[in-house]
């Protein structure tokens, strides 16, 4: 699990009334909320997407960790996890994606091939070399594939990544890895 | 002729009267239904499929490339991630055109043999597993995706033991298999098999007998088994049209020939032999007769070598030309290799099944509903990875 | 028909036109021009009965030599017999005649064919490239080419 705890999140008060009125900051009340139940998007590419849908299915479970509904359109999600080798020919349209889901956004970086190119980094002509060439990646999960709970540990990243957003401070948390290409 | 007869002939699917303005619709690359990044340009009228086009290339990895740069032991990395399903063939395909250069001197020892079939019919269950239960999904059934997966797991946490890997792994190498298996592993396997059986019944209660799906896949998608030959289909989608060709019967390779096992095809049981159901119910078919090869390997798997002592460690592939074939779960994997005696292949040429098999997709869609394209689309059973290697 | 029944009546049906027979090979093969090809196609379909292209390999043989394509043709029935056609064309003029009318999967795999080598399969009605980008340059796996340096403005060469 998360490594926030929730206790920390909803103080409550010492008077007779503590079970009823709970005092908390919006900040991590949404914060809260945001992480836990985080809507990743249905977009696998290649071998790792067996992985993802693994880590969706009986065995491993991501709806223990408030994550499940895979989502079929970008419009509905706030998680992209890009699973797969991203090719010259689909560049754009991870990037168009991307482009269309609403912020605050996540993306894990999921497999070899899109953490850097993977095995096809010196051949692979036809291979981008790292989705973060076109668009923003918050975690990156290495393997070939990445293993279900290498996943999970991917999403706890994101989750305590979205617990230290600010709502009045709009640009996010952390440092954006500077594009390549606008 | 009442009036209610012409109002249902005037709603019948294609009735002139609700003919309306068509319309060219882009499905993926990003679709869920697509099995990876496949886009189909679709033409349609309202709801019907006039035509429609695959575009393939979304996921060109540039194997045949690699191949002529890394080395032959190098190579056989590449092609797990050909069929990532069924990587187990993948390997054994690859490594099968390498060992034929070699010529008749080159004996595979026996339990790599024995190996290779029982990590293969696993893999072969493992993929239809997600097949079918990918497919369930495609058409509208959620729960069997979570009850293939279950025993989806059990397979790959065997192949973890075996060799390391969920996935890709690089397991069948030129000149045998890498890492022995041990007694623990094969008990482990027997047992399996025990567990796997009555699942299959339990698929059948879900899937195959559910009258929503067989009403979503039956008649649906016929492919007759001429145009299925004249596209070069291969492996369920051509024995769903009725056609027994089956390599490990036809040309058995490696040890086939020594175990028993039938080869289901389409009967059209629930309508036309061909159908998308027929294609589902070969999978599940697929599975039993996997299982009964397992058991039998099982009982007879000899002790020894598991791999030739002639290939050495830096293989260097005698000069030739060779094209081999396997039976893979999606059909005939092949691979033309050209070596000129160098460690590096000159050249190597993958027929990936799912390359013909999804080029048929146009003629088997046209005039069907929109709905029915995913259903067809998932009959078909692609992975993206080897069609666009 | 086994594959020596193929091979003789593919001799006597067209004599001289058959340049190289090799049925010692690991993959028995018949060698002929390009121009011979499309009636050659034929007469293995119709009369051979060889019903199911299996597989369209084209290879790069190098300066001196030129491309070649590589046709595994087999008989879709119990007996699985085949054979393989070579093709052998210069790179100046690397065009074979398109057999996509005999065998409807030639379709893909020449669009493969000339995608990756650049050979020209005429009467193709749509010869376009299929696996790389529509906006590709060059042929990939000729043996002289390089990959771009830069795509659409994405660092390409890493390494």
Redesign the interface.
């Known amino acids: 699990m998360s490594h926030i705890h929730d206790q920390e999140l909803l103080m409550g008060t010492d008077s007779p009334l503590q079970d009823n009125i709970l005092i908390t900051q919006v900040d991590k009340l949404v914060n809260w909320t945001r992480r836990s139940s985080v809507w990743p998007m249905?977009?696998?590419?290649?071998?790792c997407?067996?992985?993802m849908?693994?880590t969706g299915?009986?065995?491993y479970d991501i709806d223990r960790f408030g994550s499940g509904p895979?989502r079929?359109t970008?419009r509905q999600a706030d998680l992209m996890i890009v699973a797969?080798?991203v090719?010259?020919?689909?560049?754009?349209?991870v990037k168009r994606?991307f482009d269309q889901m609403p912020e605050p956004k996540f993306v894990i970086a999921m497999g070899a091939c899109t953490v850097s190119?993977g095995?096809?980094?010196?051949?692979?002509?036809?291979?981008?070399?790292g989705v973060d060439?076109?668009i923003p990646v918050d975690v990156y999960v290495p393997g070939?594939?990445p293993?279900p709970e290498a996943l999970l540990e991917g999403l706890f990243r994101i989750q305590e990544k979205m617990q230290r957003e600010r709502l009045l401070d709009r640009t996010r948390v952390g440092v954006r890895p500077k594009l390549?290409?606008e | 002729m009442s009036s209610e007869a012409t109002s249902t002939a005037a709603l019948a699917p294609g009735g002139a009267d609700l003919r309306t303005e068509e319309m060219l619709l882009n499905m993926g690359p990003q679709h869920p239904a697509t099995h990876g990044v496949l886009r189909v340009m679709v033409r349609t009228d309202g709801e019907m499929v006039l035509d429609c086009e695959p575009h393939v290339g979304y996921l060109h990895r540039c194997f045949e490339k690699h191949c002529e740069n890394v080395t032959t032991l190098q190579a056989v990395l590449y092609t797990d991630r050909l069929d990532y399903l069924t990587a187990m063939g993948n390997n054994w395909g690859f490594c099968m055109a390498v060992e034929k250069l070699y010529g008749p001197e080159l004996v595979i020892p026996e339990r790599a043999q024995y190996i290779r079939v029982i990590c293969q019919e696993l893999n072969r269950i493992a993929s239809h597993l997600l097949a079918i239960g990918t497919y369930g999904m495609d058409v509208g059934a959620i729960t069997p995706f979570l009850y293939c997966f279950r025993e989806r797991e059990k397979i790959l946490t065997i192949f973890e033991h075996i060799c390391g890997q969920r996935l890709n792994y690089n397991y069948i190498r030129p000149g045998g298999v890498a890492y022995d298996v041990d007694d623990a592993m094969l008990a482990l396997i027997g047992d399996f098999c025990s567990y796997f059986l009555p699942k299959i019944d339990e698929y059948d209660d879900l899937l195959s007998g559910n009258d929503i799906f067989v009403k979503r896949t039956a008649n649906v998608g016929v492919l007759s088994a001429k145009l299925a030959i004249d596209y070069g289909c291969t492996g369920p989608v051509l024995r769903g049209s009725g056609v027994p060709r089956d390599l490990r019967k036809d040309k058995p390779y490696g040890i086939y020939e020594r175990f028993e096992f039938d080869v289901p095809v389409g009967s059209g049981e629930h309508g036309t032999v061909g159908d998308c159901f027929d294609r589902y119910m070969v999978r599940v078919r697929e599975m039993r007769e996997s299982t009964r090869i397992v058991r039998q390997a099982l009982k007879s798997i000899p002790g020894g070598e598991i791999r030739s002592a002639k290939i050495k460690a830096k293989i260097r592939p005698p000069k030739g030309e060779a094209f081999t074939r396997i039976e893979n779960s999606r059909g005939d994997l092949g691979f033309y290799v050209v070596s000129d005696g160098k460690e590096v292949l000159y050249r190597v040429k993958c027929r990936a099944p799912s390359f013909h098999n999804i080029s048929v997709l146009p003629e088997i869609s046209r005039g069907s509903m929109l709905a029915d394209l995913i259903a067809i689309i998932g009959s078909l059973d692609i992975v993206l990875g080897e069609v666009d290697r | 028909m086994e594959r020596g029944a193929i091979v003789a009546e593919v001799r006597k049906a067209f004599g001289e036109r058959i340049t190289e027979v090799d049925e010692a090979a690991l993959e028995p093969f018949v060698r002929c021009e390009a121009s011979t090809w499309p009636d050659l196609a034929r007469f293995l379909k119709e009369r051979c009965g060889l019903d199911m292209l299996v597989c369209l390999s084209g290879i790069d043989r190098g300066k001196g030599v030129g491309l070649e394509a590589v046709y595994n043709l087999e008989r879709c029935d119990a007996s699985r017999v085949g054979i393989a056609v070579k093709i052998r064309v210069p790179y100046e003029a690397a065009v074979i005649p398109s057999v996509e009318t005999v065998w409807r999967t030639a379709d893909w795999h020449e669009r493969e064919a000339w995608d990756l080598l650049g050979i020209r399969f005429e009467g193709h009605h749509n010869l376009v490239r299929i696996l790389c980008a529509e906006d590709w340059e060059g042929h990939p796996l000729r043996k002289d080419y390089k990959s771009p340096d830069r795509y659409h403005g994405i660092k390409n060469n890493v390494v």
């Open positions: 249905t977009f696998g590419l290649a071998c997407a067996i992985e849908m693994a299915a009986s065995t895979f079929a970008p797969g080798t090719s010259h020919k689909m560049a754009p349209r994606l190119g095995p096809y980094i010196k051949h692979g002509y036809h291979v981008l070399k060439r076109i070939c594939p293993r390549l290409v």
